[in-house]
């Protein structure tokens, strides 16, 4: 993929106003128009789709299981240094008890 050179970020009211004043870039009728055929030889000639190619007939969506509330008793020098780590300690202490539960089996 080729390097952005500039990149510059809206946010959707933002990029909203900027389509009411016209100001939007896509021409959405012209490609509401184009064909199955137009759009695919579109993509092949883009240079930041060179070379990939996704077999979606494979994938499959399996559904997560939903998390459970916990409120357990933990030693405060361990809450401290999980909490330490930044945004995401709770994720990372449920990677720990997974890692260990994997283990074990």
Known sequence: MKKKEHIVRYSDEELLAMQERGESLSDWEK??????????????????????????????????????????????????????QGKGYQKKINAVLRSYVEQQR
């Not at 055929?37 to 997560?64: C, H, Q, R």
């Open 31 to 84: 490609a509401a128009a184009m064909t199955d055929e137009e759009i695919e030889a579109a993509i092949a000639s883009d240079d930041d789709e060179a070379g990939m190619v996704l077999d979606w007939s494979k994938i499959m969506v399996t559904p997560t299981r939903p998390k459970v509330v916990l409120n357990m008793r933990v030693d405060y020098d361990v809450m401290e240094y999980f909490r330490g």
